[in-house]
């Protein structure tokens, strides 16, 4: 890995499934160079997959298969801009649809309990709409969801 700044992320023993469905699922992104570990470990043995190298819609990425001790929160996510309401349901259905779990307000956990922000960029424009009035009613319809319904979020900004 060239970057040097790399996303760390643990996970008990999926890294390599999760790398896959990502690079699967998000544009610009892929699964590197597969580590197996050059001895035991305490929660492996010599040659299982330690780390694996990957990318999720361009960000360099490591999944470290570092067994059940630590598990992923909503303090950390990816924020996942779209463009229109496909993309929004092609990525929210595929993250979902994969044993994960919807949330509020257009997160959603996949099923290493990652969190996603699947995000349109209609939503944000909204909500910062210099018109305070325009983006509050965007952003009191955007507390009613779960996956972001643009067409509703752009019917609450028009009022």
Avoid at 12 to 27: C, G, Q, R
Avoid at 67 to 74: A, D, I, L, Y
Avoid at 79 to 99: F, K
Wanted: hydrophobic residues 40%; aromatic residues 10%.
């Amino acid at each position: 890995m060239t970057s040097k700044n790399t996303i760390c992320l643990w996970y008990d023993s999926e890294a390599v499934a999760a790398a896959n469905f990502y690079a699967k699922t998000f544009p610009d992104s892929a699964v590197g160079t597969i580590h197996r570990a050059p001895g035991d470990y305490p929660d492996g043995k010599l040659g299982d997959v330690l780390l694996v190298e990957f990318t999720v819609a361009g960000i360099p990425c490591i999944g470290l298969n570092g067994g059940p001790h630590f598990k992923h929160n909503e303090a950390f996510s990816f924020q996942i801009a779209t463009d229109d309401q496909a993309e929004t349901d092609r990525l929210w259905n595929a993250i979902v649809g994969n044993g994960g779990q919807e949330s509020e307000c257009g997160w959603c956990k996949d099923r290493w309990g990652l969190s996603w922000q699947i995000t349109p960029r209609a939503l944000t424009e909204a909500i910062a709409d210099p018109d305070r009035a325009a983006a509050k009613r965007a952003f009191d319809a955007m507390m009613t969801m779960k996956k972001i319904d643009i067409a509703a979020i752009e019917a609450a900004r028009r009022g």
